[in-house]
Structure formats: C-alpha cells, structure tokens
C-alpha cells in the first residue's frame, strides 16, 4: 500500500536553515519496500539567474534588471530522474504555499506612498497602497507582487503585477526598471529577497541579492514605461544604469537592524542575537547620499538561489 511520508532529505545553503521543512512529496514504500518516487535537489545549476544587467527583453535598457527563480529539484521515480520539479511541488517540499519576492529600497529622499505621506528612508516595495506618481496600484501585503488582482479593478492598478503573471509552472520571475534623479556619485540601493509565502504576511526568507543603480533618464520625468522602452534604448540624455550586484548574501551577514526590520515584515526563519548597538536603518546598507524622485513597479526578476543539497542521513533516493 503506497502512503505519503515526509522526510526532511535536504538543507538550504542560503545562510540560514529553514525549520520544520516539511513534506518532500515523496511517494511510501509499497508493498516491497522500494521507494517509488521523490523530488530531489539538482547538485547542477544555480536556482537563481541574475539576467543581463541593463537589459529588458533582449534589448539595452539603462536601469533595468531581471532574474528568474528555478526550483532545484528535480522528479524521480524509483530513483531515476523523470523531469523538473514545478514551482507549487517545490513551495509544497518546504511547506509554503508558494513563492514571491521582497524587496527593500534604501534612500534618504523616499517618495510618498499612495497618499501623499512620505516613506520611510528604508521602505519595501511597493507601500501598501502602490505610488501615486506614476500611478500604481499595489495590495497591502509586503511582496513585490501582488498576492491577487483586486475585484473590482481599480483605474491605477497595472496588468502584470500579479504573482502569478510572473510564474510559469516551473519558474518565478522579477522584473525592476527604476527611474532616478541624481547628482554625480548619489545612487538608490535595492535589497531584493525569494521568500516563501505561508500565510498572509508570514514568510521566509529564502534567498537574498542586492543591487545598485543610479539611471537617469535625461528630461527628469523619471518614470520607466514599457511603451516607452523603446525610444529608451537611444535616449540621448539617459545615463548610468544597475550596478554592484551582490548574489547570494548570507541572512547573518546582514544587520542585525535590518534583520530586525524583516522579522517585523514578517520573516520566521530570522534569528535574532542579543541586544547590540547596530547602525541606523537609514545607514544599513553603508551609501552615501543619493535621491530617488519615483521607480517604477513592474516584475520580472530572475531568481536568487534556493540552494540545496542531499545529506547523507536524509538522501531521499536512498
């Protein structure tokens, strides 16, 4: 008789362990003990793909950045590998309902949210509520992507901003083309993380990248529309661009202040240590000043690494 069982046959390698990891979606042994199927982690390829920088849809694009999530799993049966795991099979092994991305934007001039209030120097994006300028619509949860499309559908709110507009069965996509204004040496710095969505606003960090960027496009209006990437490509006053990307930062090389700040978004898999002086969080990511009048929203990041490995106590092949 064939009965689900949950093993525990992996251990990520982003800096912190998840706890209880849940179901692997393994099949039981049946009746002659062979196991008959299981999801094992791939030890090839990274899971996360930054895209080419300053690049959309093939095409040079001053300020835009990508990245896909992969899940590193793949399908066995009776051992043999039988094809990738899915994107729901894979959020399923670690016990989340599925994956989005959390992104942290660090600036001493923030922009206002939706009404009209002024953010914070360190604020996720986007603020309950979307942005005023250019106008986009955005849910009250903490993801990047929307968790669903609003009902009725507001004039503000832009096709594409849902989480499952930037899914496919086996991928997770983020897409970013800020707009900045700046002075010489002043850029916007962006702390990009996978997270596993159990609940509501209750997550996990899974994985985290930073990335730089100081474009300007020439005329000051700032916004990035896509109908206006093409003319983009040549834009003759447009400078700069993303810069200094940092994949795979460990959760405990970061501060204890923003780790702080993540756990209060809502991460459970942040340990915290004892009380310690730590920077201010307008100061966590060590910039100098730079100015941010308004980015825009959009999606499509490639995804930053849910590394994982077999051990030998728990090789779910085995």
Known sequence: MRVIFFLACIALLNGEALSGVGPILCGGPDDLGEVIGCLAPRSFAPALVIGPLNTYQGRPVRGAITATYIPPYIRTIYGAPTGQASLSEAA?????????????????????????VQLSNVFYDPPPGGYPTPPIWADNFVYYWNEAIPSPV????????????????????????????????????????????????????????SWKSNYY??????????????SMIDYPDSSGGVF?????????????????????????????????????????????????VYFRRRTMVRRHALAAKITPETDCLT
């Open 244 to 292: 200094d990307v940092q994949e795979n930062i460990p959760l405990e090389s970061l501060p204890e202040t923003y780790r702080e700040f993540l756990v209060g978004l809502g991460a459970d898999n942040i340990r915290l240590s004892e009380s310690v002086p730590e920077p201010a969080v307008a100061s966590l990511f060590l910039v100098g000043g730079f100015s941010l």
């Open 92 to 116: 399923a092994l670690l016990g989340f309902d599925h994956f989005n991305w959390l992104q942290l934007v660090n600036t001493p001039h923030p922009p206002t949210d939706i009404h009209g």
């Open 217 to 230: 496009k020439g005329d000051g209006s700032g916004a990035v529309f896509s109908a206006l990437v093409d």
């Open 154 to 209: 507001p004039a503000n709110y832009r096709s594409g901003t849902y989480v499952g507009d930037n899914s496919t069965i086996d991928t997770l996509s983020f897409e970013d083309l800020p707009s900045l204004q700046y002075r010489p040496g002043e850029y916007t710095q962006f702390t990009t993380h996978l997270v596993g969505v159990k609940s509501g606003n209750k997550y996990s960090v899974l994985s985290t990248f």
